[in-house]
């Protein structure tokens, strides 16, 4: 077990060796001429300078949230105050995993765009290199930190005292190792929004009043927004992503460790397999989604989507067949779950369940959004009669592409619970999550890319660099939408884990439906998200505002901006979207947080037969299911938007007639993606964290708010002495009524 133990910290380890040495290549290609670097600084600084803004916030959240976990892990039987030693090392990782994918997007973008110079090939070698460095180093950090942490709370709490592996020594440990993933989740939340926030302010200012207005090219160096722009694409698609990805990692893992603490078992692991599995497949998957970096190649003029969905495909069928045999070294032929049976053999087919609705799911929503399929042609036709029908359109395509989604979910919850039960869901998802190093390099690719030919616009590089980089950035922006269905897949999956989790330690029997507190907690869970997307996407709204009106300004006031003689103000508008994003990130944020505490502690013993953990599990429930469906609307309809516009850049053909960039129907399809874009940047991506967030918190609560689960001391029977009854004088019995009588005597007497 010791062996089993040390070696998940170690791949973690691994990863980072890799990320360190990567990063060291991508630093050493050559970075251009002095105008790329010029450009290329102006955008590090930019982003550096934002997330240093954001983290002095978000210390003062971290000291704040540290005090009450502090008090109630001294108030808890099944909590202790080293969970605040977890959350702290949670946040800083979190905080380290997007700060790791910021340097290096800043680093590749420039190199990239240098690289493109010569040939697709290198620019995707150099571009897909600086994503690898930040899918490695969250992996990385996740498993290192999950592992080494697990190692010290079990010999502090289980180990060392001698503890029953399945007591509440071991729930302690797992209870106080939730911190990790609360601080995870936390930053991840903030990083998300605010970055979302700031990179959809920059760019609905500069695509208003650059591309509709002046008429001007999307990375124009005349617009004074497009430095913003382009800093927004790191603060958001690559530092709020590598936040994002860590949490959602961090607690996959974590539901299927505290729902595997439930299995009974009998193994060569001490009991705690069910435990030791999913950190196990986790490092499995970093050494697998390595493998699959080095497929990722093309040659020029070659399909740079298939080749990174080769890359993808041998990540997961590896996977698969590492998870088979990990599955069957590690675990008992038969195990139990809350009176659920099940075997390894079981568990493996959990694992693949997740694996193909991870697989579906990408699929899907790259139909739904991908340029040349029937959903993004729609929204490019409809765009031919004006901005309302556009808009019409993409609402459309966001709703119906939660249909098919939404019943693979569903199927994969069913096939994985029929195999192995909650465990089954719980570990479907940590399977599906295992190739997140592979996912998010995917992912990463795409920022780094539009960066690049950002860089390419405005150093004036030769019209065949823009070509190039515009080919990795249209994949990019299909990698990107796919990311983010993959994300939203595992957040139900892990969501689910996390409320089995929750019921299980607040001692709920059941949810009941019947009982009204609980039935208005679920109506106001299911509300939750639309006020959460609310605030966000009015907060791009108003940070836009600010933006176009400082655009106007510059281009009215500064004497031959248009020509090129002047020198835009581009620190203005990236003060605005920093300012924007730190100060509007905060309510949506506090909404995770603040809500499941007010349930869970403010309605305590408020009604007769209803606990607060009752009320807070349909809340969850809500929460849980219009998160789901506002996350694939939102970021689908968004992607979709988005790949309509960039159609018009090869030219369209609507209604037997071509139309390209300039044109009324493109002006429409700018609109669209200006609409779409808080859809698919900030609230939508953010929807998957709200709802794990405030299951972790609830999980974190639960031992506070939990029902009695001590067993009932059966009572002394009653003693009854029917001697003292009346018989009756005809037949000399005693009669029925009698006999009650003193039965009910007695009963009153002892009470």
Known sequence: ??????????????????????????????????????????????????????????????????????????????????????????????????????????????????????????????????????????????????????????????????????????????EVLTGFSLGAESIALFARVGGGIYTKAADVGADLVGKVEAGIPEDDPRNPATIADNVGDNVGDVAGMGADLFGSYVATILATMVLGREVIVDDNFGGISPVILPMFIAGMGIVFSLIGMLFVRVKEGGNVQGALNLGNWISVVLTAVGAYFAIHWILPETMNLRNFDFTANDVFLAVMVGLVVGALMSIITEYYTAMGKKPVNSIVQQSSTGHATNIIAGLAVGMHSTVLPI?????????????AGLYGVAIAA????????????????????????????????????????????????????????????????????????????????????????????????????????????????????????????????????????????????????????????????????????????????????????????????????????????????????????????????????MEYKGSDAHKASVTGDTVGDPFKDTSGPSMNILIKLMSIVSLVIAPHIAIDRTPAIPEAPVEINMDAAKASPETGKVTDKEANTVVVSALAARK
């Not at 019943?407 to 195999?419: E, K, M, N, R």
């Open 430 to 657: 940590a399977g599906m999550m295992a190739t997140t190093a592979m996912q998010l390099a995917i992912d990463a690719f795409g920022p780094i890319a539009d960066n690049a030919g950002g860089i390419a616009e405005m150093s004036e590089l030769p019209k065949e660099v823009r070509e190039r980089t515009d080919i990795l950035d249209a994949v990019g922006n299909t990698t990107a939408a796919t990311g983010k269905g993959f994300a939203i897949a595992s957040a139900a999956l892990t969501s689910l884990a996390l409320f089995a989790a929750f019921v299980g330690i607040a001692g709920i029997p059941s949810i009941d439906l019947y009982k009204a507190p609980v039935l208005a907690g679920l109506f106001i869970g299911a509300m939750i998200p639309f006020i959460f997307s609310a605030l966000a996407i009015s907060a791009v709204g108003r940070a836009a505002m600010a933006m176009v009106h400082e655009v106007r300004r510059q281009f009215r006031e500064i004497p031959g901006i248009m020509e090129g003689t002047g020198q835009p103000e581009y620190e203005k508008c990236v003060a605005i979207s920093t300012k924007a994003a730190i100060r509007e990130m905060m309510l949506p944020g506090a909404i995770a947080l603040i809500v499941p505490v007010v349930v869970g502690f403010g309605f305590r013993n408020v009604f007769e037969d209803t606990s607060s953990a009752e009320i807070l599990g349909g809340l969850l429930a809500g929460v849980t299911v219009s998160g789901v469906l506002m996350a694939m609307f939102q970021s689908n309809a968004g992607g979709a938007w988005d790949n309509a516009k960039k159609s018009f850049e090869k030219g369209v053909d609507i209604n037997g007639k």
């Open 407 to 419: 019943i693979v979910l569903a199927a994969g919850i069913v096939l994985s619970y029929s195999a």
């Open 1 to 174: 077990m010791e062996t089993i133990l040390y070696a998940i910290p170690g791949f973690g380890l691994a990863a980072l060796i890799y990320t360190f040495i990567r990063s060291a290549w991508v630093t050493k290609q050559p970075h251009g001429n002095e105008r790329m670097s010029t450009i290329a600084k102006h955008i590090a600084d930019g982003a550096m300078a934002f997330l240093k803004a954001e983290y002095k916030v978000l210390i003062f959240f971290v000291l704040i949230a540290s005090v009450f976990l502090f008090y109630l892990g001294f108030t808890g039987e099944r909590s202790h105050p080293l969970i605040v030693v977890a959350f702290i090392i949670g946040a800083c990782l979190s905080a380290l995993a997007g700060f790791i994918g910021m340097r290096i997007a800043t680093k590749a973008n420039v190199r990239t765009a240098e690289a493109a110079r010569s040939s697709l090939s290198r620019a995707l070698t150099v571009s897909f290199a600086g994503g690898s460095v930040m899918g490695m180093g969250v992996a990385g950090l996740a498993v290192l930190g999950l592992g080494s942490l697990f190692i010290v709370f079990y010999y502090i709490f289980v180990q060392s005292t001698g503890a029953d592996t399945n007591g509440i020594e071991m729930e302690k440990a797992l």
